[in-house]
T-cell receptor
Framework: GENVEQHPSTLSVQEGDSAVIKCTYS??????FPWYKQELGKRPQLIID?????GEKKDQRIAVTLNKTAKHFSLHITETQPEDSAVYFC?????????????FGQGTTLQVKP | DTAVSQTPKYLVTQMGNDKSIKCEQN?????MYWYKQDSKKFLKIMFS???????INETVPNRFSPKSPDKAHLNLHINSLELGDSAVYFC?????????????FGPGTRLTVT
């Protein structure tokens, strides 16, 4: 069935460094790829998303790239800050007829050391 | 102004009991979801409703029964609770049912079954 693999499961960086999280998906029909950030004890919240007709999208310090041919997409965070510490989830849409769902990756725990 | 709210926030109960979790959204969205987040943080969709109609029903035990009295509310009733049901349950909503819209999550209900 549909599957999203996310790596790494944990990532520790020094404040100011960059962080990269990678995901691969199995459903070639997926056309929507959001990234969610979940701080400890809080709800997941969308930080950036990309659709299949776009290869890259940027929003200040975060960017997402999509390679449809290889079926993988990545989250890039530059100039990391301690408040970036959280669990990050990638997801890919899976549609059947008129309904769809998000398939989430396993999550990456990012720790930014001051 | 809370967009997606859930009650209760914490639920501690014994095996065999029946419990309910309630969710409400004031975003005017047509689609609502229930997710289960286990101890490894994995987010898995359980159910989805669109305009009060069940559209996604993953392989969830029959002990779990969702109900949507109107499109702003989605409740989850769990019968005969088991230890393995311990998790955080998130409600979410989105503008449409295609899987290609941002999903707004509630604060979660932490269920502990003893």
């Amino acid at each position: 069935g549909e599957n999203v693999e996310q790596h790494p499961s944990t990532l520790s960086v020094q404040e100011g460094d960059s962080a990269v999280i990678k995901c691969t998906y199995s459903d070639s029909a997926s056309n929507y790829f959001p990234w969610y950030k979940q701080e400890l004890g809080k709800r997941p919240q969308l930080i950036i998303d990309i659709r299949s007709n776009v290869g890259e999208k940027k929003d200040q310090r975060i960017a997402v790239t999509l390679n449809k041919t290889a079926k993988h997409f990545s989250l890039h965070i530059t100039e990391t800050q301690p408040e970036d510490s959280a669990v990050y989830f990638c997801a890919a849409s899976h549609t059947s007829g008129n309904t769809g769902k998000l398939i989430f990756g396993q999550g990456t725990t990012l720790q930014v050391k001051p | 102004d809370t967009a997606v709210s859930q009650t209760p926030k914490y639920l501690v109960t014994q095996m065999g009991n029946d419990k309910s979790i309630k969710c409400e959204q004031n975003l005017g969205h047509d689609t609502m979801y229930w997710y289960k987040q286990d101890s490894k943080k994995f987010l898995k969709i359980m159910f989805s409703y669109n305009n009060k109609e069940l559209i996604i029903n993953e392989t969830v035990p029959n002990r779990f029964s969702p109900k949507s009295p109107d499109k702003a509310h989605l409740n989850l009733h769990i019968n005969s609770l088991e230890l393995g049901d311990s998790a955080v349950y998130f409600c979410a909503s989105s503008q449409g049912a295609s899987g290609s819209y941002e999903q707004y999550f509630g604060p979660g209900t932490r269920l502990t079954v003893t």
